[in-house]
């Protein structure tokens, strides 16, 4: 999905490799299967609180939520 617009990475005014685009693909069509938004935005947020939990389960941060 994301990785089949030729311009994909260059309408969200970001640069994101060829392997990023590709699971970002994968994690919408999974998505879209589930009746959820496919919007890279919540794809981004998703992934932003898994490393975030990560991160935190880990101990190298504190929890600040």
């Known amino acids: 999905m994301a990785n089949e617009h030729p311009d994909a990475n260059k309408q969200f005014g970001i ?3 060829d392997e990023i685009m590709e699971m ?12 959820q ?6 794809i981004v947020e998703d ?4 490393y975030y939990e990560d991160l935190v389960e880990s101990g ?3 929890d600040k939520l």
């Open 60 to 62: 190298e941060i504190q």
């Open 37 to 42: 938004s496919t919007t890279l935005s919540s």
């Open 15 to 17: 640069r994101l490799s």
């Open 47 to 50: 992934a932003i609180e898994v």
């Open 24 to 35: 970002v693909s994968a994690i919408q069509q999974f998505r879209q299967s589930n009746n």
